[in-house]
Every structure is written in structure tokens, then in C-alpha cells.
């Protein structure tokens, strides 16, 4: 079995937050409370996380 050289290689934390805002980021998830089989809390995540400069303006600005 051969492994990727890939593999192992380690990435700082500052450049792995840099690649990511750079291209955007999409973070989704759902949480469920529930106890004896009934549902109490439900709570759906969806967020954006993008880095804005003169290229990439940010959507709440006013045109």
C-alpha cells in the first residue's frame, strides 16, 4: 500500500485560514434536541465566511 507524499505534510493554521478566506468558505449544520424521542430544539446553521476587498466588495454595501 503506497501513501500520498501529500499525506503527512503539515500546514500552518495562518495559511490554512488564508486559503480558506481567500476562496469562501460555506459552513452548514443542524442541531437536534430532543428527549424521549421528541424534538424540542432544532436549530439549522448556514454561514459564509469570505474575505472582502476592492475585487470581492461586501454584499451589505450600498451600490
Not at 46 to 54: G, M
Amino acid at each position: 500500500m503506497t501513501t500520498s507524499p501529500l499525506a503527512h505534510r503539515q500546514i500552518a493554521l495562518v495559511d490554512l485560514l488564508d486559503r480558506l478566506l481567500a476562496g469562501g468558505v460555506v459552513i452548514t449544520g443542524d442541531l437536534t434536541l430532543r428527549i424521549a424521542d421528541v424534538d424540542l430544539v432544532r436549530i439549522d446553521l448556514r454561514a459564509l465566511i469570505s474575505s472582502v476587498n476592492e475585487n470581492v466588495p461586501s454584499p451589505w454595501e450600498e451600490p
